[in-house]
């Protein structure tokens, strides 16, 4: 065996071992605030429920798998605590709409969803995009609103990078979780149906 | 020999630096933490909407490096820790547009009250951009068995920083300072192309580092500076 054929043998050799290192690395975005989320907090017993298409949401890939939906149940909750006086979590069975509720409202984490674009360590970026669905009922099930926000976010990966995909993508999954939340939050404060139903209250 | 030692140790390394790297984050900053009398924030101000990372990140651990090696007693927090104490009113689709509005915000009670709980004392908001202009050209040229690139190009870059210094007492004195570097980055080309970078980022950190120093220095909490 040649010398040259020994090295490209080596090199062949540490190519496969980093692309196996780097696959099957599960990533779990962060799923607390440092603190507690600012908002003019709404007067209003709310039931939370959360979907289960929701909770479960996904995303794999042969370099990373990335936990989404728990975390951004996680989130979502810390931000309605602080959005309304007193939250409850209802049970998943038997479903919401099929009882009588104390609540002054219902809110409904209805359907997210992730988009991951790996790129490479040259020209092509990282990109994520995360979508989110959130509803407000009244406790009779009428459906007040329903919001849909979206964020993208994206990290172009350098050499060093290369072989640390699901590290260098966690902060732009965080990112986007967050901006999309942060929007909804915006678009749930300015909204005359919200203002409508809390004058109702 | 050397060679099976070699792949054992690079294996190892791509394990720790690939799954482990996931796990850095808030626990090292929290824990980096030392309550002191004064604390600054630093974040990019007005920032950008999708892209993450990149030339405000590099100016932003210089600038928290550079502050911190001149003003040893003070703590320091990061842009991360800083939006996080103020979510949501500082991501991108949500955060201030204009100084005015940023003064409504700073202003608001929760949010005076979870910068005090932190013991901010200075806000740090900055903008960076790099300007570049090329010169010159690099051309691939093959003869008989051999070949490569020949020639010469020029860069020359302009970085500016501009900073806002918002003491978060006097939140109407909000104080402006800017920096510039320039310089020009040379990539001679014979045979492979060789480039000789300009570090106009670095210059133009060191120089807005002695002007926030400076202004932080007549302050009445001046002491924490050398």
């Known amino acids: 065996m040649s010398q040259r054929y020994r090295f490209e043998n080596l090199f062949v050799l540490i190519i496969v071992c980093v692309q196996l290192i780097a696959s099957g690395c599960t990533l779990k975005p962060e799923d607390k605030f440092e603190s507690k989320p600012i908002y003019q907090t709404i007067p209003a017993i709310i039931g939370v429920s959360v979907k289960n298409s929701f909770r479960l949401s996904n995303y794999k890939h042969t ?139 | 020999m050397k060679r099976n030692i070699l792949i054992p140790f690079l294996t190892i390394l791509l394990i720790i630096m690939g799954c482990a790297n996931q796990k850095v984050g808030k626990e090292q900053e929290t824990a980096q933490v030392v309550r002191e009398e004064v604390s600054i924030g630093v974040i990019n101000w ?36 800083i939006r996080d104490t103020l979510f949501p009113l500082l991501e991108p689709t949500t955060q201030p547009v204009s100084e005015t509005d940023m003064i409504a915000m700073l202003s608001r009670k929760h949010v005076t009250a979870n910068l005090r709980e932190k013991n901010i004392t200075f806000l740090v908001t900055f903008t960076v951009q790099t300007l570049e202009e090329t010169h010159g050209c690099i051309l ?58 300009a570090m106009t980022l670095t210059g133009a950190c060191r120089k807005m580092t002695e002007k926030i120093v400076g202004f932080v220095k007549v302050s009445p909490h001046g002491w924490v500076c050398n």
């Open chain 2, 140 to 197: 691939p040229l093959a003869g008989y068995g051999a070949g490569g690139f020949f020639g010469l190009m020029w860069i020359d870059k302009e970085t500016n920083i501009s900073v806002a210094i918002w003491e978060l007492d006097m939140l109407s004195d909000v104080k402006h300072v800017t920096a510039c570097d320039e310089g020009t980055t040379w990539i001679p080309a014979c045979i492979l192309p060789i480039p000789l970078p």
């Open chain 1, 63 to 201: 370099l990373v798998d990335v936990e989404f939906g728990e975390s951004s149940v996680a989130l979502f909750l810390q931000v309605f605590e602080s959005m309304f006086k007193n939250i409850t979590e209802l049970p998943k069975w038997p479903p919401w709409k099929t009882y009588k509720h104390d609540q002054d409202a219902i809110i409904e984490l209805d359907s997210s969803q992730i988009d991951l674009t790996i790129g490479d360590n040259l020209i092509n970026p990282d990109v994520v995009t995360v979508l989110y669905t959130v509803c407000l009922y009244k406790p009779d099930g009428e459906q007040i609103k329903c919001w849909t926000t979206q964020a993208t976010k994206s990290h172009q990966r350098i050499l060093v990078e290369y072989t640390l995909v699901s590290s260098s993508i966690k902060p732009i999954v965080e990112g986007a979780m967050r901006a999309s939340i942060a929007d909804f939050m915006k678009s749930f404060e300015n909204d005359q149906a919200v203002q409508k139903w809390q004058s109702s209250l």
């Open chain 2, 46 to 81: 007005p920032s950008d909407h999708i892209i993450i990372g990149g030339i405000a990140k590099d100016i932003e651990n210089c600038l928290l490096n550079r502050i911190k090696s001149h003003c040893p007693n003070a703590t320091l927090f990061d842009q991360d820790f």
